[in-house]
């Protein structure tokens, strides 16, 4: 017993260690990972599936276990009929994927594969790239969310400058620098061909579309000046400013809340709402939808002074203060959704729950709590949907949450 003991434990000691995944990966996960980037390893669409069912033929174990090697033993001719795919389709496929380094073939002389000769297809060599293929899949994540973000921005400037050049057809359709901008408007991408750009070229198009879409306010304002008329799509930077939050305040607010209070009234880090749907509320919006007068009083350089540092630095970038136009505030919001890891589809949430004004107010209020002394929010993501959930509940006083920033700011000035 002792020396076949002992002569086991001499021949685990010459077994070969291979690459195994990290703790807490299994090999399905690894697959999904390596399905996301290999695109971008030269691979395509059909050998990519390929390697996903071969990988999904070895046993899971295989890829966690150091004394063992994931692989497949099959003879082309059976794969090819396990896959479905011709013998000479195969032999293309695995090529290419030996070539991406995402197997390796190891055949005999006369191309016969078995597990007795330790022939066949291996996936050792993937596993070794571990670290390289996470990091790849992370920028193309990084990548993919500020493409999200910047076509995001593109539409709000197509919105913004589709009223700035109704109006300015109105009170100068014959202007030239109208129609410079209307044939410029028209030959932006479709929303569709968005996609097919690449992340450089898309920001550059975001950052053209930006320029023109300012230039149309720009004129739209200088016109305005000249008739006196009021424009409809700004908040007048004329409007009396002398007026604290704190002594305005709509018909929902029920006395004056506190720095530290939520808008929906609970003192909690993430927002709390109530679990019971409200169809027509939902519907309609609430009280909040009725309500939305209150956000002609929002004056630019009035919320500018409400906001995060890391907004301000933004907004100084784009004007001074008392020359801010609501556009910037909404631009600045969308930036501060991808800086702080916001999923694009809470933003849109809001975005439909509120409009794009509430919810960039929504954005300011929630970027300038962050670092509430008292309670910080922890989860901006999830505190962003809650305060959509209480929007749509009639629940959200946003108003009150103003109030609280500036009573807040006021004793940060006063220090």
Known sequence: MARTFTAKAHSRRDLPVYPSLPSGWQRDAFIHLVERVAPHLGVGRAAAHTWTRLAAMTRPADWIEPDREPSVYAAASELAKM??????????????????????????????RSRHAGTGLFFS??????????????????????????????????????????????????????????DAWAAWPRADRLHAMTLDALAAHEREADTLTRAALDLLEALQKSTDQPLENERSPLQDTSEDFSLSCDAR????????????????????????????VGLKGGPNAAGREWLTKLVPERLFRLASPEMQFYLSGRADPERLRFHDFIWTA?????ELGIHPSAWSDACTAMGEEGATVAMLILDARRDDPVAPIISPGGYLRGMTRAWLQGHLNMMGSLIGLSERRRREEAL
């Open 334 to 338: 969308e930036r501060r959704v991808l």
């Open 125 to 182: 060599g993937v596993i070794e790239r571990f670290s390289d293929l996470l990091a790849l899949d992370a920028q193309l994540t990084t990548a993919r969310h500020e493409a999200i973000y910047l076509r995001g921005q593109r539409s709000t400037h197509w919105r913004c400058l589709r009223q700035a050049l109704e109006q300015l057809r109105d009170v100068a359709s014959q202007d030239a620098r109208v129609q410079a901008m209307e």
């Open 253 to 280: 607010t029920e006395g004056r809340r506190s720095a530290v209070e939520p808008a929906f009234g609970q003192r909690s880090r993430l927002p709390r709402v109530s679990s019971r749907p409200n169809a027509e």
């Open 83 to 112: 896959l479905a795919l011709s013998e000479a389709r195969v032999r293309v496929h695995t090529a290419r994927l030996e070539q991406a380094g995402l197997l390796e073939r190891r055949t005999a002389a006369n191309g016969s």
